[in-house]
C-alpha cells in the first residue's frame, strides 16, 4: 500500500528534516520521516528547550504533525541521527517514542528504519524494538 514512496526517498525526506533539528543544548540532530499506509509522508526533527523536559524527539515531532491532521494509520519511519557537522550514526529511538508508536502502529508490521545514508539502513519492526509492549488493545 506504500509501496508509491521507497525505503531511499523516506531516509533523504528523514536527512532533511534533521536540517532543522533545534538542538542548541545536545547539538545531537535528529531526523525522521513518518510513513503513512496511503503513501503521505510527514518529515520531524528534534526540538529542544532550555527547560531540558519539554524537549521532544524528532519521531514525537513526526507522529504529532501526522496524527494532528488526522493521519492514523503507518507504515514505517526512516530515522537519522548524529552530531552536528559529524557523520551520521545509527541511532535507535528512545522508550517514549516507542511508546508512542504503540500507540497508532501494528507492532508486527511497522517498519522502523534505522538509517546512515540512504542505502544503508537496518530495517526493524516495532514488534522487535518493544516485545510486549502494552498498546490500545489492551484496554479494549
Ligand atoms: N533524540 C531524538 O530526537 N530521537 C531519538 O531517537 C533519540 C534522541 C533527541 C532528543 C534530544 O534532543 C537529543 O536527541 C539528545 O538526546
Redesign the pocket.
Known sequence: MSKSVSDRELIEVAMKAREMAY?PY?H?Q?GAALLTKDGKVYPGC?I?NAGYTP?N???RTAFFKAVSEGAREFAAIA?V?GMEGGELIR????GV?RQVMMEFCDPETFRILLAVSPDQYEEWTLERMLPLGFGPKDLA
Open positions: 538542538t545536545s545531537f535528529v528534534n529542544e524537549s524527539c524528532a519521531e530515522i541521527a541511532t535507535a529511538p528512545c517514542c
